[in-house]
């Protein structure tokens, strides 16, 4: 599969393709053409006037010129002197990622960075390399510090990773070096793969869901289609319409006047969580194809725009209503996984226990799912809350978007343990109680997990099968079919 990098029409999943290396990207002609005409309009603007970066020092030094004498090394102690990061390594991906997004963005126009760097990047990409880029060193204003390090990759002062691989270069030119690690490509890069991977998950949590749905024979009535019309969140309604699809046929109308929240209000809260990343997604589509270059080089207007888009507002806010939307639906799930164990409930043995008495059964699932939600409670807390006032003075506001991505980031990981609790305990008890779903794609999600998990109900260390649970939720996402979107 090859993704175009074209500056238009980059989306989330075609990141995580190109970093986890399932897809090659190439360079589409007309983006090539857009970073060519800028590259060629920023050296006849910066030869007949002030351009940030260019002609003049950074942040607190924007008005300091520089000489003549040292217009060809100054870009280079530019790039040595913002690439002091700190703490551990990103992950590899991620640093792909920050690869695919930032060639993206040059490839939309508006950066002048000389469109010879395409290559070294493909190149990269392509070949599964990637950049050590330390942990710390963005907060939302700027991915300076990882950039930096990409940049002395390229010129040679820095090697790819991993060791020994072959090493492409380039040499950036001077005037091109604050241009160049003038993105948030690492940050956007993380938000990227984070919805990528959050959209496999909503949509499993709502096979799962049904999964325990049909387990304690709960009732349908709360997702009719006059109950969604009466309150018409588009979420809601997603969700709403894919459970009546998944349950159709099994005639569920429990013995219970009203179920718990975890069945009743499952459209209101996992709707949420579903709008909440059809927003973020939303907001990292535009920053991944938008040319947030500061200064812009426009090449339609033949001049350059000295501006405040390197700013991640709107993409921080985003990520910090998933977060908090995702804490919501998984302690739902946590709520649903108390059913499970409770023979009020399925008319099975406390904890779904098959083992002679005393026996503990699936209890120790429940302290797992609250451990990961606990974190995923911890992750929440909106990383726009904080601020912050650098150099002299004269950068008075911070968004923390980069801090709110690697929570989100976070939270994968832990949402996709409290997905595996409640997918568990719903098959097993599926099995005790002899019940396959009647609705061919619930049925079908049924029979992929009984294939993996194991149907051994002695007491024993349930982590096996939370590790298979791990591998079931991209396949259970494929079936909870297309949704009315």
């Not at 530019?78 to 695919?100: K, Q, T, W, Y």
């Not at 984070?194 to 749905?213: F, G, M, N, P, T």
């Not at 809601?236 to 046929?249: C, D, F, H, K, T």
């Not at 993409?315 to 998984?330: H, I, M, P, S, Y």
Request: hydrophobic share 50%.
């Amino acid at each position: 599969m090859l993704i175009s990098i074209d500056g238009a029409s980059l989306t989330c999943a075609a990141v995580a393709d190109a970093a986890s290396g399932r897809a090659t990207a190439g360079i589409d002609p007309a983006g090539f053409e857009r970073a060519a005409a800028a590259a060629a309009l920023a050296r006849r603007l910066a030869a007949q006037q002030p351009v940030y970066g260019r002609t003049t020092g950074v942040g607190a030094n924007r008005s300091q010129a520089v000489p003549g004498t040292d217009a060809g090394t100054h870009g280079l102690r530019l790039l040595r002197s913002h690439a002091g990061g700190g703490g551990d390594l990103i992950a590899a991906e991620l640093s792909r990622a920050m690869l695919v997004v930032r060639a993206n963005q040059l490839a939309a126009g508006g950066s002048g960075v000389d469109p010879g760097v395409f290559d070294p990047l493909l190149a990269a990409i392509n070949g599964g390399l990637w950049v050590p880029v330390p942990r710390y060193g963005a907060i939302g204003t700027g991915d300076l510090t990882a950039l930096a390090v990409l940049a002395l990759c390229l010129l040679g002062d820095r090697d790819w990773l991993p060791a020994g691989a072959s090493q492409p270069r380039f040499r950036l030119a001077a005037a091109d070096a604050l241009a160049f690690l003038s993105s948030n490509a690492a940050t956007v890069g993380e938000a990227a793969l984070a919805c990528a991977d959050l959209a496999e998950l909503v949509r499993a949590a709502i096979v799962i869901a049904a999964l325990s749905h049909r387990a304690i024979s709960a009732s349908t009535e709360p997702y009719g289609a006059p109950v969604q019309a009466a309150k018409p969140y588009e979420g809601q309604r997603e969700v709403a319409s894919i459970l009546r699809s998944l349950l159709a046929g099994d005639g569920l109308r429990a013995p219970r006047i009203q179920d718990p929240y975890g069945y009743r209000a499952l459209p209101q809260v996992h709707g949420p969580a579903l709008d909440s990343l059809a927003g973020a997604e939303a907001a990292v589509t535009i920053e991944l194809n938008a040319a947030a270059e500061n200064p812009l080089i426009d090449v339609a207007g033949r001049a350059v725009w000295h501006n405040g888009n390197f700013h991640t507002a709107y993409l921080g806010l985003a990520l910090d209503g998933v977060r908090a939307a995702l804490f919501q639906t998984a302690a739902l799930s946590a709520a649903r996984l108390g059913t499970l164990v409770e023979p009020s409930f399925t008319g099975l043995a406390p904890f779904l226990a098959a083992d002679r008495a005393p026996s503990s059964g699936i209890m120790i699932l429940e302290y797992v799912a609250h451990s990961a939600i606990a974190d995923i409670r911890r992750l929440a807390a909106p990383a726009a809350l904080g601020s912050a006032v650098l150099s002299r003075g004269v950068e008075e506001h911070a968004g923390f978007s980069t801090q709110s991505a690697r929570a989100t980031t976070d939270v994968v990981q832990a949402y996709r343990v409290v997905l595996g609790c409640e997918l568990v305990a719903a098959v097993r008890a599926l099995r005790l109680r002899g019940v396959r779903p009647g609705a061919p794609r619930l049925a079908e999600a049924f029979d992929l997990a009984v294939a993996a998990l194991p149907a051994d109900y002695a007491d024993r260390a349930l982590d096996v099968d939370l590790a298979a649970a791990r591998e079931l939720l991209v396949p259970l996402a494929v079936l909870a079919g297309p949704g009315p979107r």
